[in-house]
């Protein structure tokens, strides 16, 4: 009968010990972060439009016919490259002209200048009366009229014919050209020859809302900035088919006032192209920090639903899941968002293998992850 006992209790010992194994091998393993304390930037989150800082019509300023073109469309050109070039022939011809008045003008001054100084020394002598001297003096001062009436004659033939060359004023990418070889060119009509846009810097322009003003001036006015010191600002700028902000450039003017019409005040940053992947024309997103702060985050993909709003799960010291309700903050990098509140440092996050769990189930954690 004794030895039935022992038999029957190392049985149940038994039993109890691979109960308690295959519960412990039933737990859950997960993989948990312990969030902390990191920097989270706010942004001014819009789309804008991307504007040339530098782009003009060439548009001829003489008329005659159109003797060539040394570039082609689309070309980069230098600032100074000669585009277009007008019939010269006519304006030199011009020139040669006004330089001879010149010089006939200059003789008729020296034998005016001689006369007045003979007629003076006559009139010393009262050899001539004083009107005679008067006379002179008159005709040497009309003379001197005519020499500059004549030298200005000289610089407008001389800025006419400079204007036969069409020139690029800074760098840049050469438009289509509207005029061929042979055409007539009425400067009257100020045609267009082509335009030229420059695309090393461009403007991007974008507007806020009320609130992001408010935002943006308190931002401004925590760093000691003013409206002239905008030019500091960083902003980032990205295209519709990017995830990320690659590009980057200054806020260089806001507007002095909100738009009564849309609610909306606007603003322009400068952008660098180096790469020329930029166009002006493209939607842009573009953001600008506006304050950054201390918060903890987590990975968006460990923020949960339900009917109580957005939750995470958590896992306490014995290895119990808890479901808190968290508020949510800006979204940080690295697919991260920030937690208002629901959260504290220390807490130990489920960040992966948290599917289907339930508040109170037992669990076991593998692996605790450092917040990046």
Do not use: W
Not at 9 to 31: D, N, P, Y
Not at 189 to 206: Q, T, Y
Not at 349 to 372: F, S, Y
């Amino acid at each position: 009968m004794k030895s039935s006992i022992i038999r029957i209790a190392a049985v149940l010992l038994i039993s109890g010990l691979c109960g308690h194994a295959g519960a412990q091998a039933q737990k859950r393993q997960l993989i948990v972060e312990a969030p902390t304390l990191t920097e989270v930037t706010l942004y001014l989150e819009t789309t804008g439009t991307l504007r040339a800082v530098n782009q003009i019509d060439l548009v001829a300023r003489v008329s005659g016919t159109l003797e060539q073109i040394n570039f082609r469309d689309g070309d980069r050109v230098r600032a100074g490259d000669v585009i277009f070039v007008i019939e010269p022939e006519p304006y030199r011809i011009s020139l040669a002209a006004a330089e001879a008045e010149l010089k006939q003008q200059q003789a008729n001054l020296q034998q005016a200048i001689s006369n007045a100084a003979r007629q003076e020394g006559l009139s010393a002598k009262q050899a001539v009366s004083q009107s005679a001297s008067e006379t002179a003096e008159a005709q040497r001062l009309s003379a001197e009229a005519q020499v500059e009436a004549a030298r200005t004659k000289v610089r407008s033939a001389q800025l006419n014919l400079s204007y036969t060359e069409v020139k690029a004023p800074f760098d840049g990418t050469l438009s289509a050209r509207t005029a061929d070889i042979g055409a007539f060119i009425n400067a009257a009509a100020s045609p267009r020859l082509s335009s030229l846009i420059e695309p090393a810097l461009l403007h991007v322009l974008f507007s806020a809302n009320e609130k992001q003003v408010i935002a943006l001036r308190r931002a401004l006015a925590e760093r000691h900035l003013d409206l002239k010191s905008a030019g500091t600002i960083r902003i980032e700028i990205g295209l519709q088919d990017e995830a990320t902000f690659p590009y980057g450039g200054t806020l260089d003017y806001i507007a002095p006032e909100i738009d009564s019409t849309t609610g909306t005040l606007t603003l322009r940053g400068l952008v660098e192209n180096p790469g020329r992947l930029l166009s002006p024309g493209m939607f842009a997103r573009v953001r600008i920090p506006i304050v950054t702060r201390r918060a903890l985050t987590v990975p968006e993909t460990a923020i949960g639903n339900s009917q109580a709003g957005r939750t995470l799960q958590l896992v306490d010291a014995v290895g119990t899941v808890a479901i808190t309700k968290v508020t949510l903050g800006e979204k940080a990098s690295d697919g991260r968002r920030e937690i208002l509140s629901g959260l504290k440092e220390g807490d130990r996050v489920i960040v992966k293998g948290g599917a289907g769990l339930r508040g109170g189930e037992a669990v076991q954690v593998v692996e605790t992850l450092d917040q990046p």
